[in-house]
């Protein structure tokens, strides 16, 4: 059974900083696309980021520069750090795993529609 297990969601203040974790079981972790998304209240979930197989990345315009995706093979858990801050990134996020190895679906990472695995999410409040 595949488990995603997110954690080191809170509350920070604008330009603070925080790096969310997602533990995996029953998957063969290292050999597929992973990714991190978002929603808001009263809006539709979004890709923040995701990583292939090989390492390679792909972020939302909106996070490059300040979010960082990564993984450690050896201990089954994907990594988003988050720097900088900002209200509007204020959301629920998840960890989702696609049957992929690499994060391209028609021209785009971040069709949620093939990830097929998701986590609880954890939640994250930015406060200006």
């Known amino acids: 059974q595949v488990q995603l297990v997110e954690s080191g969601g809170g509350s920070v203040q604008a330009g603070g900083s925080l790096r969310l974790s997602c533990a995996t079981s029953?998957?063969?972790?290292?050999?597929?696309?992973m990714g991190w998304f978002r929603q808001a209240p009263g809006k539709e979930r979004e890709g923040v980021a995701a990583?292939?197989?090989?390492?390679?990345?792909s972020y939302a315009d909106s996070v490059k520069g300040r979010f960082t995706i990564s993984k450690d093979n050896a201990k089954n858990t994907l990594y988003l750090q988050m720097n900088s801050l900002k209200p509007e990134d204020t959301a629920m996020y998840y960890c989702?795993?696609?049957?992929?190895?690499?994060?391209?679906?028609?021209?785009?990472?971040?069709?949620?529609?093939?990830?097929?695995?998701w986590g609880q999410g954890t939640q994250v409040t930015v406060s200006s």
């Open positions: 029953g998957y063969t972790y290292s050999s597929h696309c």
């Open positions: 989702a795993a696609s049957s992929y190895p690499l994060c391209v679906f028609g021209g785009t990472w971040s069709d949620r529609n093939e990830y097929n695995y």
């Open positions: 990583i292939d197989s090989d390492g390679s990345t």
